[in-house]
């Protein structure tokens, strides 16, 4: 089960919403969602949820660039909201900008008719260059400024990760409010 909130901060403190995240497509329509939802250019944050299995925040100020983190990439991967959050850049890697024809070797994709899957291990037993780790990616510090150092994010479980964070921003009621 997924859970997303938009924790917007106003002058008058912060504004928890519940959001739908159907039309969300990639990470800019996420960060323009938020930034709708910001007065001026104060942050918005979108904490994401998949319940027991990872959490993933993502800070927006302004036109700056979001920030993000995720609590576990591979178990991220594996969720159509986690993919979004998963950018090349979040993962070190060089965006793939080869043409799409150039990837076609064969019909089927490959030389000798067998599909070739980047989370397989070679016969050394090697994953494959694209395998994402079992662990945290992205900005760990991205809510230091608001009490939740690196260390304390770093430490937080996807089944407590909201409520602490809501707890840090001091929105705790707002947030279960919407949940």
């Known amino acids: 089960m997924y859970f997303a909130a938009l924790l917007a901060r106003t002058e008058d403190g ?4 519940d959001t739908e995240l159907d039309e ?16 001026d250019d104060e942050p918005v944050l979108i904490c994401i949820e998949q319940e027991g299995v990872w959490f993933g925040v993502v800070r927006v100020e302004g036109e700056e660039d979001p920030r993000i983190f995720v609590s576990d990439a591979a178990a991220a991967a594996r969720s159509s909201y986690g993919e979004i959050l998963l950018t090349d850049e979040l993962l070190g890697r060089e965006p793939d900008d080869r043409e799409d024809l150039d990837l076609l070797v064969d019909l089927d994709g490959t030389e000798d ?8 291990e070679d016969e050394d037993g090697v994953a494959g260059a694209d395998a994402l780790p079992a662990g945290p990616v992205g900005d760990a510090d991205l809510l230091a400024d608001f009490g ?3 260390k304390v994010l770093l430490s937080l479980t996807s089944e407590d ?19």
Do not use: H, Y
Not at 24 to 39: F, N, P, S, Y
Not at 161 to 179: K, N, P, Y
């Open 161 to 179: 990760a909201l409520s602490e964070i809501a707890e840090a921003l001091g929105c705790t009621d707002m947030l279960e409010a919407v949940r």
């Open 113 to 120: 008719g067998e599909p070739v899957r980047d989370d397989e």
């Open 14 to 17: 912060w504004e928890a919403s």
């Open 148 to 150: 939740l150092d690196e």
């Open 24 to 39: 969300v497509e990639t990470l800019a329509d996420l960060a323009d969602l938020a930034r709708e939802a910001a007065e």
